[in-house]
């Protein structure tokens, strides 16, 4: 079967499925390359009934080559980077085979919602954040649900409230005169959410990079 005939048949497939969370639509009616799929964030996981779009180019090589994804919807996430949306997932890199689809790439990565692999990160930040605290994660990872994968009025963007910082803390080096962008910017690097009063050690780590 030739790559076109092939694509074609695969969307007809997803079409079919009126059963499964997943759409999957061309972005040009005369372009079979690039598509871009739909999900639905899987239940008991921060990312339930968000609404996930993954941006789909179809190399030339297809299907003995695995499509090119990345993630427009932002998503917290370890296996998916927090700022470009580019994933970490081996069906997607040495693992794809050509019997395998864009549907179910879709699916695995529906899956690695309900299974993420902290330890084969995409985005450090977030694994760390995953592993060390995983309730502040979870938090975390429903706001992004929310702010960027539902339909809700509620876009009032809280950029500590982002990266599970603790608003007290950012507040703190704010009274210090220290810019807020540059606060919230070293305390992810330092992988820092939250300092407690009793902890000026840590207060004087942050300092001292705020002040480079």
């Known amino acids: 079967m030739s790559r076109m005939k092939r694509i074609v048949k695969e969307l007809d497939d997803v079409q079919k499925d009126t059963e499964a969370s997943i759409t999957l639509n061309l972005v040009q009616e005369d ?8 999900f639905i964030g899987p239940p008991d996981t921060p990312y339930a009934g968000g609404k996930f779009v993954v941006d789909i180019k179809i190399p030339n090589e297809y299907p003995f080559k695995p499509p090119i994804m990345k993630f427009d919807t932002k998503v917290y996430h370890p296996n998916i980077s927090s700022v470009t949306g580019a994933i970490c997932l081996d069906i997607l890199k040495d693992a794809w085979t050509p019997i395998l689809t864009i549907k179910s790439s879709l699916i695995s990565l529906q899956s690695l919602f309900q299974s993420p692999e902290p330890n084969d990160p995409q985005d450090a ?17 429903k706001y992004w649900t929310q702010i960027y994968a539902s339909d809700s009025d509620s876009k009032n963007v809280s950029d500590a409230e982002l990266y599970g910082i603790d608003e007290a803390t950012v507040k703190n080096f704010e009274n210090m005169g220290f810019p807020r962008d540059k606060i919230i910017e070293v305390l992810r690097r330092l992988g820092l959410k939250k300092i407690e009063s009793g902890e000026p050690r840590t207060e004087n780590r942050v300092i001292e990079e705020l002040l480079k």
């Open 125 to 141: 930040e977030v694994a760390k954040h995953y592993i060390s605290d995983r309730n502040g994660f979870t938090n975390t990872a």
């Open 31 to 38: 372009d079979l390359s690039h598509l871009k799929g739909t």
